[in-house]
């Protein structure tokens, strides 16, 4: 019998989402589990597959349309109703060339199979509309040979930086005859021009992804709704700088990881939060929830916009463990491939826009959280250390806390402490 595609339910704080592209069309034969549309939501990408064996005969949603959890987006038709229906000249096949490289003609017996589109993230298959490339010619490195955006890029000859490799010399070709100049225009009036529309000079609209707009509201909500304060220090990056010299290749042999500066901070702000709980707190109603555990955000920036995956009981994880979880958050992010499990709770949230290049700014909450350490730029600076001038590689960083359940006394003495453990990193082993 028919059954109907819905929005399924992908957890408590999604409720609605956007259909970013079908990937079948009507009168396409699926197998049940194949992959028909994928969907936005805020947090994560996901496709949608089929509830069962059988005919796509109704798309009741068009891509870009908002959708709501559990909402009706197509039907599929089994196998026999397909079957009892005026049957086309030919048999149905999959849509060409979207997603496949051209093939020889199949065998009746297994059609579908042969025409079948490789399993595409949202952001891999931006990434080849972007880059012209030919998804059936990418070999995926994802789960079960899906194809993620890094398949892309390199398929694309572009580096990490997202730079591409430098293009081949392209043959010689005669010279074309130039034209005849044009006879050059007169510039116009500036009352004129400045009646020109501002389309005519260069506008382009683009709508707002699911995560984009989420990202907006969040952070006015944040600001409409806590008390929101920020507290600044600098702290002498020497000790943590000479450490990570010193045992860098070390570490990296072992771990198979590189040493960096997050987990450092990651490590420091657990000290310092077990000396004051409240700022690992959430308010609830007239209630602090005051939590005992440490399950650490660490904002990542995506092509798609920033999220923040969740270091679950950070304190428990060894410097090596958070820096492999925080490489993989990183990779995970750019791809589309973070799961809303990695993306849920979170105690206390750490950003660092030094990555950026920032030398200074006023981080927002990550409601309900009530507080968020920004970490900056290091930079050499003169300072005064044993009676002399000397220059340090300085970091400035920043708490922002909500004022309505942490003082400012409170807040001061966090981020100091923060400053010690990294300043004498040996602590954090003692701690």
Known sequence: MPSNIVVPEVGESIVDARIAKWLRKEGDV?????????????????????????????????????????????????????????PPATAPVAEPARDTPAVPEQKPAAPREAAKAPRVTPTARKAAEQHEVDLGRVRGSGDAGRVMRRDVEQAAGIDGDGKGAAPAPAPSAPAPTPAAPAKAKPAPPVAEERRRSTADRGEERIRMSKRRATIARRLVEAQSTAAMLTTFNDVDMSAVMGL??????????????????????????????????????EIQGDEMVLKRYYDIGVAVGATEGLVVPV??????????????????????????????????????????????????????????????????????????????VALRPMMYVALTYDHRIVDGAEAVRFLVRVKELVEDPGALLLD
């Open 30 to 86: 699926v197998s049940a589990g194949d992959p028909l549309v994928e969907l936005e939501t805020d947090k994560v990408d996901l496709e949608v597959g089929a509830p069962q064996a059988g005919v796509l005969s109704r798309i009741d949603r068009k891509d870009g349309d908002d959708v709501k959890v559990g909402e009706v987006l197509g039907m599929i038709d089994d196998a026999g109703a397909g079957a009892g229906a005026s």
């Open 311 to 388: 270091l679950r009981d950070a304190d428990r994880m060894s410097f090596a463990d958070v820096e492999k979880q925080i490489r993989d958050f990183a990779r995970r992010a750019e791809d589309g491939s973070l799961s809303l499990a990695d993306l849920k709770g979170g105690t206390f949230t750490i950003t660092n826009g030094g990555v950026f290049g920032s030398l200074l700014s006023t981080p927002i909450l990550n409601p309900p959280q009530v507080g968020i350490l920004g970490l900056h730029k290091i930079q050499e600076r003169p300072v005064a250390a044993d009676h002399q």
């Open 244 to 281: 990570r010299e010193r045992h860098k290749q070390a570490f990296k042999e072992r771990h198979g990881v590189g040493l960096g500066i997050t987990s450092f901070f990651v490590k420091a702000s657990i000290g310092a939060l077990r000396e004051f709980p409240r700022i690992n707190a």
